[in-house]
């Protein structure tokens, strides 16, 4: 008998968010509907200004919806986001430079009130875990931008919550630092089991890491297409890139962004 399908880690339904700006309303997102299931790894990928930003805060608590519903392993994001349900990782580390790197990772514990014991043995644990052991004294202006990108994960890592949040991380990393950093990230979904939520502009990045690819136009922010690439398998490496399969999935998301493209960009 097949297994009862568990329920989705994130549940969207005709989600609409309007900001109000001085000179008249701007439509980030319109009616959006998207499911996703517990261990997926999504990426969000369009043209500046589709939403991909703000669908992503709103998933985090970060802004509120105008319109529609949205779940967060069953219930609303203000409650999933005080169960700690997510980290959040920026485009820039944003790590604090007067504390060591061992001292940003047990920064979110401490503002939770962790005891010194417990910060020191989750920390370490995740610095293991994105290969930072033999760092962690150093301070973050000591270590290379890749390094503190991967600092910044496993911050976000700390008190282990379920859902991983991650808004063009590697956007200002070199294309070889990139490539390196994909590679652990994939390793490290693949050995914690995480919902890994992903923002980028890239389509390769996009395709490599993804078991699904969510394609976002704008004006109004919306949802175009949804591609599975499970075909991938979970266990890649770089050169999948070069693979018919790897290029099939490329080309549809390509093919997406052009039609949602409009020409006064
Ligand atoms: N606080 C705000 N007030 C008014 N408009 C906003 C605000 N935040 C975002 N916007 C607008 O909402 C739209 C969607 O922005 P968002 O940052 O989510 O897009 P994005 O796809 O992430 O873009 P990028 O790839 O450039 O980061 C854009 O037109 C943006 O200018």
């Known amino acids: 008998m097949k297994e009862p399908a568990s ?42 200004g589709c939403g991909k ?16 519903d949205i779940h967060v392993n069953g219930v609303g994001p203000e409650e999933a986001r005080l169960r700690r349900d997510y980290g959040f990782v920026f485009q820039a580390p944003a790590l604090y430079p007067w504390r060591t790197i061992q001292k940003n ?5 401490e503002i939770f009130g962790v005891s010194k014991a ?23 202006w000591q270590l ?17 919550p379920k859902l991983l949040l991650m808004d063009e ?12 950093l994909n590679e652990q990230l994939l390793k490290l979904w693949d050995k914690t089991g995480k919902t890994v939520l992903f923002v980028t502009h890239s389509i390769p990045e996009a395709v490599f890491l993804s078991s699904k690819i969510v394609v976002m136009s704008p004006r109004p922010g919306r949802i175009i297409d949804i591609i599975d690439a499970s075909v991938l398998g979970r266990d890649r490496t770089l050169d999948i890139r ?24």
């Open 53 to 68: 930003t703000t669908l992503l805060r709103v998933i985090a608590d970060l802004e509120q919806p105008t319109g529609g």
């Open 242 to 265: 070069e693979t018919p399969e790897f290029l099939k999935i490329a080309h549809r998301v390509r093919e997406g962004l052009r039609a949602g493209h409009s020409y006064d960009d």
């Open 105 to 109: 990772i047990e920064l979110p514990l």
């Open 7 to 48: 329920p989705p880690v994130v549940a969207i339904k005709g989600l609409s968010l309007t900001y109000e700006a001085a000179d008249g309303p701007v439509y980030a997102l319109s009616n959006v509907d998207l499911q996703i299931a517990e261990g997926e790894f999504i990426s969000f990928i369009g043209p500046s």
């Open 118 to 140: 417990e910060r020191r043995e989750k920390a370490s644990k995740q610095l293991e875990l994105v290969n930072l052991k033999g760092f962690e004294n150093k301070f973050p």
């Open 144 to 160: 290379s931008g890749g390094m503190q990108q991967r600092a910044s994960i496993a911050r976000a890592l700390s008190f282990d």
């Open 169 to 180: 991380p590697f956007g200002a990393l070199d294309e070889i630092v990139r490539d390196h």
